[in-house]
């Protein structure tokens, strides 16, 4: 449905976006994720011919975006991080002006405002004036008009921006749902957004993808696979015992954050372990096998979940 090659924009002496390049198929629910300036508005903007790239290409459902602009965004709905709401008008009548303005026929105009506001959950708002309002309820709004003219790809700028966190959680769990029948792309600063509704997460730095996937293939990606944590009680608790405890571990090529308590005359030993290659055995048995071999308990192992966050302060050297 998507599909970004090797897109340039510049503006004066700044990159903006350097060599991007990505696709989003059919039904997915991706995020642009990235500090601010790292590029997300620019390519939503490109891809909904608001700016044109300087170089490389942008198709929407097989159509250049230069070349076919008004049929390329017959297929997009677009929810700007700032909604395009007239505040003089009521719901109803804004939405209504919308639909005649986008072409949709005469005769489907009542029933597209009506499906636009019962998936968007604001038919309850229908006949009162945008201006009062809340902010939950102008987003609602402006993804409505998003959908007027049922586009098979969203796109959404910062849709969260300015919510309270029960707006936000109604606002995911929509976008969610849309996410089930069409297309969306999602561009936002906050973590916690992307890892509660995207399939699959785009990083941004600098103008270009620092790593793209799911959380738990960016992770292997930044911080290496294989990685387990395990804690152990071993015997004794000299100084000795840490440094060369992990030395018999098969493949083992790191060893982090270990800690030690010790329990009546033996040491509790936790660690985080990077294994190499196992031979197709499974790491947890690996460890096992390693532990009663050597004469330790074994008290817990379990690979290694990164948080979202983490990888993002890695990728990007900024805190979200």
């Avoid at 055995?281 to 379990?302: N, S, T």
Wanted: glycine share 10%.
């Amino acid at each position: 449905m998507i599909e970004i090659t090797d897109i340039h924009k510049r503006y004066g002496s700044v990159e903006a976006v350097r060599g991007v390049s990505f696709a989003v198929g059919p039904g997915e629910i991706v995020g642009l994720l990235g500090p601010n300036g790292a590029g997300k508005t620019t390519i939503l903007k490109i891809l909904t011919g608001y700016h044109y790239p300087d170089a490389g290409s942008a198709r929407i459902a097989g159509e250049n975006v230069t070349e076919r602009p008004r049929h390329v965004k017959s297929h997009l709905g677009y929810l700007p991080e700032n909604a395009p709401l007239y505040g003089e008008l009521t719901v109803a009548e804004y939405l209504r002006f919308l639909a005649e303005a986008r072409g949709v026929p005469r005769e489907a105009i009542t029933a597209r405002c009506s499906d636009a506001a019962v998936a968007c959950g604001v038919t309850e708002v229908l006949h009162r004036r945008i201006a009062t309002l809340s902010k939950g309820y102008r987003q609602r709004t402006g993804l409505a008009q998003a959908m007027l003219h049922d586009p098979d790809i969203l796109i959404l700028d910062e849709p969260t921006s300015g919510l309270d966190p029960n707006q936000i959680v109604e606002m995911r769990r929509l976008i969610r749902s849309l996410g089930q029948e069409k297309t969306v792309i999602l561009s936002s600063h906050i973590l916690q957004e992307v890892e509660a509704v995207c399939d699959r997460v785009l990083i941004l730095h600098q103008g270009r993808i620092a790593a793209a996937g799911t959380a738990e293939q960016i992770s292997v990606e930044v911080a290496g696979g294989g990685r387990w944590r395990i804690t152990l009680i071993v015997p004794g608790s000299t100084e000795e015992t840490v440094p060369t405890l992990f030395s018999s571990l098969p493949g083992c090529t790191a060893v982090e954050e270990v800690r030690r308590e010790p329990l009546g005359g033996r040491t509790r030993v936790s660690a985080e372990v990077a294994l190499g290659d196992s031979g197709g055995q499974d790491p947890g048995e690996v460890i096992f096998d390693w532990a009663c071999h050597q004469g330790y308990k074994l008290v817990e192992a379990a690979p290694v979940q990164r948080r979202l966050e983490e990888l993002f302060t890695r990728l990007t050297g900024e805190a979200p």
